[in-house]
Nanobody, 124 residues
Framework: QVQLVESGGGSVQAGESLRLSCAAS????????LAWFRQAPGKERETVAC????????WYADSVKDRFIISRDNAKNMVFLQMNSLKPEDTALYYC?????????????????WGQGTQVTVSS
């Protein structure tokens, strides 16, 4: 069973940056694709960005393309999300997850194990 621990969230002004981190354990990390998801109040959880096991492929939601960068460190079993030019609409609880079947990881409902998430709040 995978364990996921997200960190790095906070409260920032529009235009500022944050870097989220996620530590995964309980799996052979290098064999899994990884993704960041987010869920805003009153909205469904959505996929933000995905990275393949080798980091050769990445996918971004249109809403974050050119602003967010996903990366991974297989030696440390961690995935990161660099979030630049943050907007109020980026405000959400951010989660990571892993998969070795689906690419990209577009359906959050597929996953049953989640971490506690990390809150990102962007004010205008």
């Amino acid at each position: 069973q995978v364990q996921l621990v997200e960190s790095g969230g906070g409260s920032v002004q529009a235009g500022e940056s944050l870097r989220l981190s996620c530590a995964a354990s309980g799996i052979i990390f290098s064999k899994y694709a990884l993704a960041w998801f987010r869920q805003a109040p009153g909205k469904e959880r959505e996929t933000v960005a995905c990275i393949s096991w080798s980091a050769s492929d990445v996918w971004y939601a249109d809403s974050v393309k050119d602003r967010f960068i996903i990366s991974r460190d297989n030696a440390k079993n961690m995935v990161f999300l660099q979030m630049n030019s943050l907007k109020p609409e980026d405000t959400a609880l951010y989660y990571c997850n892993v998969d070795h079947t689906f690419w990209p990881m577009l359906d959050p409902a597929v996953y049953s194990d989640w971490g506690q998430g990390t809150q990102v709040t962007v004010s205008s």
